[in-house]
């Protein structure tokens, strides 16, 4: 009898063991949205600005490309201030705006930006500068790592953030080109998870081809 109830037993928990290894679906989330973006090429930073609701700053972007032969300033422009008043805006459409604050009027404070890298095609890439009131895209365009070769393998690094100077470049994210390495027989990317302002980061010896993309804070007031 008892050797019957084992033979009985047994085959129970095999099921039971089995089903414990069954696969189950799950919904996606927010975070397999963002792995599907970064892996299509689209890459994302946001930079806090709430620091500086205490003064108006005039916002720059800037765009620099940077190879062997030196560094090239391709493209900067302003884009607006931090903040603004009720009292800066024109008196025709003054009453348009509902001031964030009804004791000093200020209607308008950027204490965020953000910053995309697009992909547009396998030579192009766009960078877009994105805030509350402004917005930009400027292209990017990349160089093949193989001579005669159509291939472009490039990675982004942000740039290490110190407190700034008015009036002073402001470096945010890297831009750079894979670079060859005779030893691994292979084209790498790697060596640093931030790149120093000041440009002394050892990888940037390494990277032939590469684009510092920024701002520029000045204080008005």
């Known amino acids: 009898m008892k050797r019957l109830f084992f033979l009985f037993c047994f085959p129970l928990w095999i099921c039971s063991h089995v089903s414990a290894q069954q696969i189950r679906p799950l919904e996606p989330d927010t975070e397999d949205a963002i792995w599907v973006l970064k892996a299509a090429g689209y890459e994302f930073f946001k930079f806090d600005l709430s620091a500086l609701k205490d003064k108006t700053y005039e916002i720059q972007f800037f765009l620099k490309e940077v190879d062997s032969t030196g560094t090239n300033e391709k493209i900067r422009f302003g884009l607006g201030v931090t903040r603004e008043f009720l009292q800066d ?31 547009y095609n396998d030579s192009t890439k766009l960078v877009s500068l994105c805030g509350k009131y402004h917005a930009c895209k400027v292209p990017m365009n990349l160089r093949s790592v193989e001579n005669g070769k159509q291939r472009y393998l490039y990675a982004s690094r942000p740039f290490k953030l110190n407190e700034f100077k008015s009036g002073v470049d402001i470096p945010l994210v890297l831009y750079g080109s894979f670079w060859y390495d005779s030893l691994m027989e292979g084209h790498r ?10 440009m002394s980061t050892k990888i940037l010896q390494h990277i032939p081809h590469y684009y510092i993309i920024g701002i520029r804070l000045t204080e008005t007031n």
């Open 189 to 198: 990317f790697c060596g640093a998870s931030e790149i120093d302002p000041d």
């Open 89 to 119: 805006i024109p008196e025709k459409i003054r009453s348009n705006f509902t001031p964030i604050d009804s004791l000093s009027g200020l209607c308008k404070l950027v204490d965020y930006m953000s910053l995309y890298l697009l992909p």
